[in-house]
């Protein structure tokens, strides 16, 4: 459940990834009817035998709940990605003059029955040799797909320095580092 609205990108613009509001809230009602559902049957439920069943039953249904509509509420913001570079949950990843590349795959986990989608970024950090790799997981819940993931950074990575360069020489691998 994306949102569909288009993400107008501007050169003042933040382009923020979060936590669908909607998603988690809805996930949340559901469990929280479950939950009372159950309740309603260890109330009026007269074969204590099956008791234990039912608060087993509540468990699983309330703690997701809360888990879910906290989610909802919290709604922080995990990436964001402007003109200055890349930020994690507020804090400066890297800037676009420190950045080399930026893809997303998906991990294969055993057993997994969900996507597992990740972003990696490639960046420099100023006077340390090599480069570094930071892994995102990208939430099953997030407000913004992949591809708008990657059309931000691709949009955004144009205000570094070496891409300017590259771009007035006509080669454009800055922005080819950036893959799906």
């Known amino acids: 459940m994306r949102n569909t609205k288009e993400t107008v990108l501007t050169d003042n613009s933040n382009f923020t990834l979060k936590e669908s509001k909607r998603l988690n809230f809805i996930a949340g009602v559901i469990l929280l009817i479950l939950a009372a559902l159950v309740l309603y049957h260890i109330i009026t439920d007269y074969h204590f035998d099956q008791v234990v069943i039912y608060k087993k039953l509540l468990l699983l249904s309330l703690l997701p709940a809360i888990f879910f509509l906290l989610r909802g509420f919290k709604n922080t913001v995990l990436l964001t990605i402007n003109k200055t570079g890349i930020y994690r949950c507020g804090d400066l990843l890297t800037t676009w003059d420190n950045f080399i590349s930026a893809h997303i795959t998906q991990d294969q986990i055993t057993g997994s029955i969900k996507d597992n989608f990740v972003l990696y970024i490639d960046f420099y950090i100023d006077e340390q040799a090599g480069y570094f790799r930071r892994k995102i997981k990208l939430p099953n819940t997030s407000d913004k797909s ?18 300017s360069d590259q771009t007035s020489s006509k080669d454009t691998t800055a922005e080819q580092n950036i893959v799906m």
Do not use: Q
């Not at 992949?146 to 891409?163: G, N, P, V």
């Open 146 to 163: 992949e591809e708008e993931i990657l059309e931000a950074i691709r949009y955004f990575c144009k205000f570094s320095k070496s891409y």
